[in-house]
T-cell receptor, first 116, second 109 residues
Framework: DTGVSQNPRHKITKRGQNVTFRCDPI?????LYWYRQTLGQGPEFLTY????????KSRLLSDRFSAERPKGSFSTLEIQRTEQGDSAMYLC??????????????FGPGTRLTVL | SQQGEEDPQALSIQEGENATMNCSYK?????LQWYRQNSGRGLVHLIL?????REKHSGRLRVTLDTSKKSSSLLITASRAADTASYFC?????????FGTGTSLTVIP
């Protein structure tokens, strides 16, 4: 296990279609994060999990977005009824949160979504 | 919705010079982190400073944190062409994680 992996790396879809992305974190990490990044901007926080519990969701995460981490390992991010504004790079990160841990995050390469 | 803002937005220096970039944020934080992102590639963690710390060093990196001013700075000494990248500060509030808008650094060989 050499890092966080994300699949697919690229996804092109038509407006209105549903898409699902997968993230496999570093195996011993208990926290997993999803971000969205558009060109020239910093990543925008979407949501995070500690083990299988989804602890926080950004107001950016509309009802069309849903994330799961069913067994506390890999996670999926689904976007329903995609819109052109959803086109972005979707980043996943993981960290090992301990009592005094600083929560350093390790990022995957991202999934680039293009909505036509 | 981004909490942090980096300044300057872009910085161009000669190899060997020092580069300083600043970050301002809005709310109380648990810690602040700096990340680097090379063009078209993933984010890499550089350094973390806790809210009760004022300065931290890691190799050629020096980070300061002033919680009263809600600001941080990242100094890269003796810059190299390989330091060319975008640099982001990120604040950890405990529940959410906010990245700034980034500083694009170009180091000219």
């Amino acid at each position: 296990d050499t890092g966080v992996s994300q699949n697919p790396r690229h996804k092109i879809t038509k407006r209105g279609q549903n898409v699902t992305f997968r993230c496999d974190p570093i195996s011993e990490h208990n926290r997993l994060y999803w971000y969205r990044q558009t060109l020239g901007q910093g990543p925008e926080f979407l949501t995070y999990f500690q083990n299988e519990a989804q602890l926080e969701k950004s107001r950016l995460l509309s009802d069309r977005f849903s994330a799961e981490r069913p067994k506390g390992s890999f996670s999926t991010l689904e976007i329903q009824r995609t819109e052109q504004g959803d086109s972005a790079m979707y980043l996943c990160a993981s960290s090992l949160r301990s009592g005094t841990g600083g929560n350093e995050q390790f990022f995957g390469p991202g999934t680039r979504l293009t909505v036509l | 919705s981004q909490q942090g803002e980096e300044d300057p937005q872009a910085l161009s220096i000669q190899e060997g010079e020092n580069a300083t970039m600043n970050c301002s944020y809005k709310t109380s934080i648990n810690n602040l982190q700096w990340y680097r992102q090379n063009s078209g590639r993933g984010l890499v963690h550089l350094i973390l400073i806790r809210s009760n710390e004022r300065e931290k060093h890691s190799g050629r990196l020096r980070v300061t944190l002033d919680t009263s001013k809600k600001s941080s700075s990242l100094l890269i000494t003796a810059s190299r062409a390989a330091d060319t990248a975008s640099y982001f500060c990120a604040t950890d509030t405990g529940n959410q994680f906010y990245f700034g808008t980034g500083t694009s650094l170009t180091v000219i060989p």
